[in-house]
């Protein structure tokens, strides 16, 4: 499956932003998805993930509350939209793909991934 994400940008401190990420695949429903994301010099972070049904969601607690993870799985699409923004959420956001229903938090349990799409938050 090939991912392409999209939606980065500047924002302000307090905004909102939406990213989304396409998959060309036949079978996007068997997909768990993820979104992740990496500050230079650091490792990916989980951001939020969501099941084949989207029935189930987590979130990182840094995030929760503020940021909404959702699928179309008629679009192929799943999206991540992210309120009240903060300077610490600067970052190259990435999405991700499994197959598999389980959620995972790391970035080795997606073998899919979409090139990145950077947000970029200004205090």
């Known amino acids: 499956v090939q991912l392409q994400a999209s939606g980065g940008g500047l924002v302000q401190a307090g905004d909102s932003l939406r990213l989304s990420c396409a998959a060309s695949?036949?079978?996007?429903?068997?997909?768990?998805l993820g979104w992740f994301r990496q500050v230079p010099g650091n490792k990916r972070d989980f951001v939020s993930g969501?099941?084949?049904?989207?029935?189930?969601?987590a979130y990182a607690a840094s995030v929760k509350g503020r940021f909404t993870i959702s699928r179309d799985n008629a679009k192929n699409t799943v999206s991540l939209q992210m309120n009240s923004l903060k300077p610490e959420d600067t970052a190259v956001y990435y999405c991700?793909?499994?197959?598999?229903?389980?959620?995972?938090?790391?970035?080795?349990?997606?073998?899919?991934w979409g090139q990145g799409t950077l947000v970029t938050v200004s205090s």
């Open positions: 969501i099941s084949v049904g989207g029935r189930r969601t």
């Open positions: 695949t036949r079978t996007f429903g068997y997909y768990s």
């Open positions: 991700a793909a499994t197959e598999t229903n389980r959620l995972p938090t790391e970035d080795t349990g997606y073998p899919y």
